[in-house]
């Protein structure tokens, strides 16, 4: 079974950073991308950030020049480094995880808990 599980959250004032990580126990075949969503109070959670097995990466709109996504593809991790951070950017961050656990595996969404990040104005 995978498990994805998040570190990095908490409380910040407006301005400074924060850097989440996330890392999966148990294997994957194949991993197509990984990813940040936020859902913040009364809103749908929404994509934050994603990078692609090619490399390739898309941003929100709003995280866009302060919000960098990484990965350690041989610790199957993911990281988000969030500089700038603005009051607005209050949420839970949850990871994901878009792949297949074996060959014949259909592709699925694979979630983290969620962590909470509180920026103070």
């Known amino acids: 079974q995978v498990q994805l599980v998040e570190s990095g959250g908490g409380l910040v004032q407006a301005g400074g950073s924060l850097r989440l990580s996330c890392t999966a126990s148990g294997s994957m075949f194949s991993i197509n991308s990984m990813g940040w969503y936020r859902q913040g109070p009364g809103k749908k959670r929404d994509v934050v950030a994603r990078?692609?097995?090619?490399?390739?990466?898309d941003y929100a709109v709003s995280v866009k020049g302060r919000f960098t996504i990484s990965r350690d593809n041989a610790k199957n991790t993911v990281h988000l480094q969030m500089n700038s951070l603005k009051p607005e950017d209050t949420a839970v961050y949850y990871c994901n995880f878009n792949g297949r656990r074996g060959i014949l595996s259909v592709l699925a969404d694979y979630w983290g808990q969620g962590t909470q990040v509180t920026v103070s104005s």
């Open positions: 990078i692609f097995s090619g490399g390739g990466t």
